[in-house]
C-alpha cells in the first residue's frame, strides 16, 4: 500500500486547516447550540476533508475519484449554510465571518480544479490503486 499522499494536496491542507478553526470557533457558541449548529458546522467541515481522502482511495477509478470530489464541493457549501447562520445568530463578527467564508471559498476554488481536472490526481489507465 503506498503512502496517503492525499495529505499533499493543498485542498485537503487547507480544508484541514478550515475544518480545525472552524471546531476552535464553535467552542464560542452558546452551549445550546452544541448539539444543533456547533455539530453541523463540525461534521459538514471535516466532511471535506474525509472525502478528499477517499477520493485518493477511488483515485484508479476517475468516476468514483469525480463523485468524490463532487461530495467534498457540496459538503464545503452546506459548511458555508452553517456559518451564515452563525453569523446570523452573532456568533461571529462580521470580519471573522468574512475570514472563514473566504477561507471556505479557497477551498471551493481548489476542489472545483480538481474536479476540471481529475487526470492531475487520478492514476493512468491499467494501474492499481496501489500502484
Known amino acids: ?49 474525509a472525502n478528499l481522502a477517499e477520493s485518493y482511495g477511488r ?7 469525480q463523485a468524490k470530489i463532487a461530495d467534498c464541493i457540496a459538503e464545503n457549501y452546506e459548511t458555508q449554510v452553517w456559518l451564515d447562520i452563525a453569523a446570523a445568530d452573532r456568533y461571529l463578527s462580521d470580519t471573522h465571518y468574512r475570514i472563514y467564508v473566504s477561507a471556505s471559498e479557497e477551498v471551493g476554488r481548489l476542489l472545483s480544479y480538481m474536479q476540471r481536472t481529475p487526470a492531475q490526481f487520478t492514476l493512468p489507465p491499467n494501474r492499481n490503486a496501489d500502484g
Open 59 to 65: 483515485r484508479a477509478y476517475p468516476k468514483h475519484f
Open 1 to 49: 500500500m503506498q503512502s496517503s499522499k492525499f495529505r499533499r494536496w493543498l485542498a485537503y491542507q487547507k480544508a484541514l486547516a478550515l475544518c480545525i478553526t472552524i471546531e476552535k470557533l464553535t467552542r464560542t457558541f452558546p452551549v445550546k447550540e452544541e448539539r444543533r449548529l456547533s455539530d453541523q458546522i463540525i461534521r459538514s467541515s471535516r466532511s471535506v476533508c
